[in-house]
């Protein structure tokens, strides 16, 4: 079983520092969170970007600085978001991916979030994983719902993305697939050999799922952007206490965790 790779999605765009004191929001905060989540184990840092007011902003000026304040930290892969806010038109949620950073996220269809629509057409999906190849950057597969596998498979039938493809299972979003344990069952059954995945359980769904995926041979993914408590009613600390939380499970389970060079290596991004 390969070491496991534990990503660290620091901020999100939905989640507020009412619901969550410590939320990173500037680029000193985000890439300083990212610090500790690398000392803590992660690999891997999922960033989406705010602006001085601390709301989701896709500018490519705030994701650079971003990249270059984690860089001088460590070597941690930066992922940023294409994804951004539900309202980001598809020309801002493309910004970051002008950096050619090694991975950027790629959802592959709409779904329902929350009251809200997170809105993925074909249009948007070629348009996004067209650039990414021509700029080198891995698409992590960000699916909400099956359908999504399907979608993504398509494109690497047409080699509009490369195999083996990377997925990440988001589980538990109100309105799109439930995060129950037979729910990342059937998404894991439904991808290509020879894939990688990971898992974002979210809310409570995070630490149970983790744990399942560090049993079968996946990935974690965990951090305020998908849940902000350390247990039931109990805020987290940082976003690092959720890595050490998810390396004591691993340990307590006999897996090792990846360092982000060994990381790179599993998921072919060297
Ligand atoms: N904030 C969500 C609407 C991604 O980062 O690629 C979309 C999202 C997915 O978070
Ligand atoms: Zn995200």
């Not at 004191?21 to 610090?35: D, F, G, M, V, W």
């Not at 007011?53 to 930066?78: H, L, M, W």
């Not at 509009?160 to 129950?180: K, Q, S, Y």
């Not at 050999?193 to 560090?214: D, F, K, N, Q, Y």
């Amino acid at each position: 079983m390969d070491k496991l790779i534990i990503t660290a999605a620091l901020t999100g765009a939905e989640v507020t520092r009412e619901q969550q004191p410590n939320l990173p929001l500037t680029p000193e905060e985000i890439s300083e969170a990212a610090y500790e989540c690398y000392k803590a184990g992660a690999s891997i840092v999922h960033v989406h970007a705010r602006d001085t007011e601390g709301k989701p902003t896709q500018a490519f000026s705030v994701y650079k600085e971003i990249k270059e304040r984690i860089a001088d930290k460590c070597n941690i892969i930066f992922q940023p978001s294409t994804g951004g806010a539900v309202w980001h038109t598809a020309e801002e949620r493309m910004q970051p991916i002008e950096l050619a950073p090694e991975m950027a996220t790629l959802s592959t269809g709409t779904t329902n979030f929350g009251p809200d629509v997170f809105m993925n057409t074909e249009e948007y999906i070629l348009k996004f994983a067209k650039r990414m190849k021509e700029l080198g950057v891995k698409p992590e597969i960000e699916c909400f719902e099956r359908g999504m596998i399907h979608t993504a498979i398509n494109l690497a039938k047409k080699e509009i993305i490369n195999t083996p493809i990377h997925f990440d299972f988001v589980l538990g979003v109100p309105g799109a697939c439930p995060g129950e344990v037979r729910d990342l069952l059937h998404m894991i059954e439904s991808i290509p050999s020879g894939s990688t995945w990971t898992v974002a359980g979210i809310g409570r769904h995070e630490m149970p799922l983790a744990a399942v995926a560090i049993t079968l041979g996946g990935h974690v993914r965990v951090g305020f952007e998908d849940n902000v408590y350390y247990s039931k009613g109990v805020l987290a600390q940082s976003n690092a206490q959720l890595v050490e939380k998810v390396v004591r499970i691993a340990k307590e389970l006999g897996r090792e965790i990846a360092t982000p060079d060994e990381a790179r290596t599993i998921l072919g991004l060297k």
